[in-house]
């Protein structure tokens, strides 16, 4: 069984400062790992993904994300928050076991302090 | 590409009846969708996988009497909350995946927003 722990169910930076996002993973078999983001009443928005390919992800709106087999975790960086990044983000596991469900964390708001 | 859409986006509906949700797949023919619920300020929690053609997998504690769930072509699934009551209310979000592509990766909609009165 697939499952993901998120620490930190809210992280409150500065504009400008570094932001560290955690995400745990548990996964019997090589996962596929992903990053969304949801603004409020919208849907999700994927920020960044992780297929077994480079473990050093780049994503979208300047986010990147490191994929650490030793320590399952796939943590979600930005190096310089913006007012603009203030929302939920979640990580999310699927394989090809499961027919590519996606199981998510429980979330993180993110908010963004001027 | 890989847009997804949702109708109604807002839907207000009285206890004792039911309310069908629409899911497509704008540019792309998904053989896969899957519908989540989301109660506020909390994760997405899948409630069942539905394939083109056949009947939904349904997660466990999910009613599958509730949610009548229909993907009856590629680009279209419904998700009909049947006896709608209040508790029912919440944020309904789909995803599909790519059939042409059989992309792991799945795209969601801009969510339907349920309120039971």
């Known amino acids: 069984a697939q499952s993901v722990t998120q620490l930190g169910s809210h992280v409150s930076v500065s504009e400008g400062a570094l932001v560290l996002l955690r995400c745990n993973y548990s996964?019997?078999?090589?996962?596929?790992l992903f990053w969304y983001v949801q603004y409020p009443n919208q849907g999700l928005q994927l920020l960044l993904k992780?297929?077994?390919?480079?473990?050093l992800v780049k994503g979208i709106n300047g986010f990147e994300a490191e994929f650490k087999k030793s320590e399952t975790s796939f943590h979600l960086t930005k190096p310089s928050a913006h007012m603009s990044d203030a929302a939920e983000y979640f990580c999310a596991v699927s394989d090809q076991g499961s027919n590519y469900k996606l199981t998510f964390g429980k979330g993180t708001l993110l908010t963004v302090n001027p | 590409g890989a847009v997804v859409s949702q109708h109604p986006s807002r839907v207000i509906c009285k206890s004792g009846t039911s309310v069908k949700i629409e899911c497509r797949s704008l540019?792309?023919?998904?053989?896969?969708m899957f519908w989540y619920r989301q109660f506020p300020k909390q994760s997405l929690m899948l409630m069942a996988t539905s394939n083109e053609g056949s009947k939904a997998t349904y997660e466990q504690g999910v009613e599958k009497d509730k949610f009548l769930i229909n993907h009856a072509s590629l680009t279209l699934s419904t998700l009909t909350v049947t006896s709608a009551h209040p508790e029912d209310s919440s944020f309904y979000i789909c995803s599909a995946r790519d059939g042409a592509t059989a992309s792991y990766e799945q795209y969601f909609g801009p969510g339907t927003r349920l309120t039971v009165t």
């Open positions: 992780y297929t077994s390919a480079a473990t």
């Open positions: 540019d792309f023919q998904a053989t896969t």
């Open positions: 996964s019997s078999v090589p996962p596929y």
